[in-house]
């Protein structure tokens, strides 16, 4: 598990490096599509599945995003803090 936690957290500073490459055109685009995809996963999909891991990656990156933003996500702190997998 703790693996699993380890490759999220390597994989997810490789796309920041990636992302410190690509001009803010780019970025904000990437950001509406995948806006757009969760949108419609959401109206999918009633309960994703999210395991520790997922929470803990979460957990932290939410903790950087202003309180506008976090209103957004469709994990709450009740989601984040839940030690159901």
Do not use: I, N
């Not at 995948?34 to 957990?59: G, N, T």
């Not at 309180?67 to 839940?82: E, I, K, Q, Y």
């Amino acid at each position: 598990m703790a693996l699993r936690l380890l490759y999220l957290v390597v994989s997810q500073l490789m796309q920041w490096l990636v992302l410190l490459a690509r001009d803010s055109a780019a970025k904000d685009v990437e950001l509406l599509v995948l806006r757009h995809e969760v949108a419609v996963l959401c109206r999918q999909v009633l309960r994703p599945r999210v395991d520790w891991a997922d929470r803990a990656v979460l957990a932290g990156l939410a903790r950087l995003l202003s309180d506008r933003l976090r209103g957004g996500l469709f994990v709450r702190p009740a989601t984040l803090r839940s030690t159901a997998g």
